[in-house]
């Protein structure tokens, strides 16, 4: 849901569920029923500091390629 508010402008919103996410993530550091969650969690904050960097204004310019996506461990 983070980037769909992104990707609407919404840059209140992604920050928001962004960073509530990455609380919940924690618990299950590194791995958690066969997902990378240390990934995870490494790519989403990468994620986060850009749209902090990037702010309100420049939400837009967030280049969606860095958008995480869930791997299995056995993908490492």
């Not at 609407?8 to 029923?33: I, M, S």
Request: proline share 4%; glycine share 10%; charged share 35%.
């Amino acid at each position: 849901m983070a980037f769909y508010h992104q990707s609407n402008g919404n840059w209140r919103g992604a920050v928001g569920l962004l960073r509530g996410g990455l609380k919940r993530l924690q618990d299950f550091v590194p791995e958690a029923r066969g997902i990378d969650v240390e990934r995870l969690v490494r790519e989403s904050e990468a994620c986060l500091r850009e749209l902090e960097r990037l702010g309100p204004e420049r939400v837009g310019e967030f280049d969606t390629s860095m958008i995480p996506r869930v791997r299995l461990t056995r993908e490492r």
